[in-house]
């Protein structure tokens, strides 16, 4: 059986809503080094740097 502290970090990493990796991924970036350095830490954190550019559809064009 997990124990406490693991099901709170499961349940931690389930709450964050988009906007809130979203941000968290902008303030990674903006405080690593370097490239890898950023992917690192993201990735640490369970994060992506593809989270602050969603998909959005494009126009209709009419």
């Given at each position: 059986?997990?124990?406490?502290?693991?099901?709170?970090?499961?349940?931690?990493?389930?709450?964050?809503?988009?906007?809130?990796?979203?941000?968290?991924?902008?303030?990674?970036?903006?405080?690593?080094?370097?490239?890898?350095?950023c992917a690192?830490?993201?990735?640490?954190?369970?994060?992506?740097?593809?989270?602050?550019?969603?998909?959005v559809p494009?126009?209709?064009?009419?």
């Amino acid at each position: 059986m997990p124990t406490k502290e693991v099901l709170d970090y499961q349940l931690t990493a389930v709450d964050l809503s988009a906007d809130q990796r979203r941000r968290a991924v902008v303030a990674v970036a903006s405080l690593a080094r370097d490239a890898d350095d950023c992917a690192e830490l993201l990735d640490m954190l369970g994060l992506s740097a593809a989270e602050p550019f969603p998909n959005v559809p494009a126009p209709r064009m009419q």
